[in-house]
Each structure stands twice: as C-alpha cells, then as structure tokens.
C-alpha cells in the first residue's frame, strides 16, 4: 500500500504511475463525496491519451472513453442493483474499469470472481489536497 498527498495540479504523477502499471481490471474508487474520485477518473483518461470529456456517471450506468476505458458510478443504485444488471459481465471486458462508490463488498465480488482489481481510497485533507491511498492488491 502506497499513500501520496497530492493538489490537484500533481494527480497527473498519479494517472501515470497507475496507467502504467495497471492496463486491464477493476479501479475501485473510495471516497465520500466531493472527494476527488471523478477527477481521478479525468487525469487517467487523460493520461491515456483520450481526449473525451469525462462526466460523472450519476444517472447512467457506464460511460465509455476510447475502446478500453469505461467508467461508473455505484452510488445511486447501490451494488446489489449494478450487479443484478449484469454489470460484472461488463467489468471482465477488457480494459480498465473506474468505479466511483466501490466498496469492500465489490472487491470481495471482483476476487471471488477473479478479476483483477486495485483499490484507491481519497480522503479530503483540506480545499487543496487529497490524500490517496493507492492498493494493488491483485486478484
Ligand atoms: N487532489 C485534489 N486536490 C484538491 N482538490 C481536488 C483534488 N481532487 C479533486 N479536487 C476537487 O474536489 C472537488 C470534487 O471532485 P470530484 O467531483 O472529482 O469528486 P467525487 O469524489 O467524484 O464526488 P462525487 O462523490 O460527487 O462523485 C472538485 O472541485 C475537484 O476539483
Ligand atoms: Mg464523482
């Protein structure tokens, strides 16, 4: 487990050393609201080298960016839904999969089902930093 305190103009140190390291599975994205998961997502896709523009995923289910970034967020449906709409089909795409709102449950889904996953927990520090708690604890 590795932690970084970032600003918002050094996440970008982050996306790359994750994108570099992590090119197909699950990214669960913990955190409480407004805590920076959706601009995590931005600076991965932008590392990527896809200039689409990044939303947050409220009220759909998935958002795509290039053929193999997709996006989503758990928070309105909660996780039973999302799975019960066959979303963890989805998950074992290939790709890399960002999930606002995944929780340890999700996790113990994706090992179970051997996905593979990491985890990135952010915690809000003050206005000007996040704290990123970064785990590649592999399926
Ligand atoms: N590392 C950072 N340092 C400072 N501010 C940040 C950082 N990361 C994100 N922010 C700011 O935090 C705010 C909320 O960010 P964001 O929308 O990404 O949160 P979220 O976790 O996706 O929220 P939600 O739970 O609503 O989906 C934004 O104003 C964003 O600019
Ligand atoms: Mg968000």
Redesign the pocket.
């Known amino acids: 487990m590795k932690k970084y305190l ?3 103009n ?2 970008e140190t982050l996306a790359q050393d994750i994108c570099e390291n992590f090119d197909n599975g699950v990214i669960i994205l913990k ?10 997502t931005k600076e991965f896709v932008k590392y990527k080298g896809i200039v689409e523009e990044v939303t ?1 995923p ?1 009220f759909s289910l998935q958002q795509c960016y290039g053929d193999r970034v997709f996006h989503y ?1 758990i ?1 309105n449906h909660g996780l039973d839904h999302f799975i019960s709409l066959g979303m963890l089909e989805e998950l074992e795409k290939d790709g890399v999969h960002l999930v ?2 995944g929780d340890e449950k999700l996790k113990e889904i994706l090992d179970a089902a051997e996905i593979e996953n990491m985890t990135i927990n ?1 915690k809000k520090i003050d ?4 704290e990123y708690e970064v785990n590649y604890a592999h399926a």
Not at 31 to 40: P, Q, R
């Open positions: 970032l600003k918002l050094q996440i955190g409480d609201l407004a805590s920076g998961k959706t601009t995590f947050s409220t967020d928070y606002e709102w952010i206005d000007n930093s996040r």
